[in-house]
């Protein structure tokens, strides 16, 4: 806040918006193995200062797996009635969660990655053995979702939390199957 009203007298203006962006680190356990290692979150903290109202805003890029519900259908119909192995696509997906953090109120970076992995628990793994990789294939194959349903996953954690005001929830799975990405857009309140 000290730095937006350096900026503001320095340029003689009466509103002004500035970023911090950081990758920030969270120790995280493996999945079966009791490995831990450094997952980095891309985290940017936005201020921003119009008609005398100041705005806090976090963006979080929290990166998950998705497994297509259809494909893992389809995939389990060639199973049990050809006795064809077949492979569910899934894929790198991004959520790009966008918050602004009521005032007076206190949103630790943790905390918005905490409410990501309790919306989808499928966030992509640091520390992989074997035994992981199983274990997070189970995970996916419990947990298929298709983008509009991770949009509204995360727009549903981010409703039951009293810190948060309006948000944005861009998601966006990295298709393996269609050469284009599927994207879904949620938003709530004027701020986005």
């Known amino acids: 806040e000290a730095a937006l009203e350096d900026y503001k007298r ?10 911090m962006r950081v990758s920030f680190p969270m120790k995280v356990a493996s999945l079966r193995s009791n490995l831990v290692g450094w997952q980095y979150y891309d985290l940017t903290l936005e201020l921003v200062e119009a008609g005398g109202v100041r705005q806090k805003i976090m963006h979080l890029d929290f990166v998950y797996s998705s497994t297509c519900p259809c494909s893992l259908e389809l995939s389990e119909h060639a199973r049990m009635t050809r006795g064809q192995l ?7 997906s991004v959520a790009r969660i966008s918050v602004e953090v ?9 905390d918005l990655v905490e409410l990501a992995r309790s919306a989808v628990p499928t966030e992509t ?3 992989v053995k074997r035994e992981d990789e ?4 189970e995970l996916n194959a419990a947990n298929p979702i298709f983008v509009e349903d991770a949009a509204r ?3 549903e ?16 799975h990295q298709e393996s199957l ?3 990405d599927a994207v879904s857009l949620l938003v709530r309140g004027e701020t986005f």
């Open 10 to 19: 320095d340029l003689d203006s009466f509103d002004a918006r500035i970023q």
């Open 86 to 92: 077949a492979t569910p696509h899934s894929q790198r």
């Open 102 to 110: 009521r005032p007076g109120r206190v949103l630790w970076f943790e």
């Open 125 to 127: 793994q640091v520390m």
């Open 134 to 137: 199983q274990a997070f294939a």
């Open 153 to 155: 996953a995360f727009c």
């Open 157 to 172: 954690a981010l409703q039951g939390d009293a810190r948060i005001g309006d948000f944005r929830v861009v998601a966006s």
């Open 178 to 180: 269609h050469s284009h």
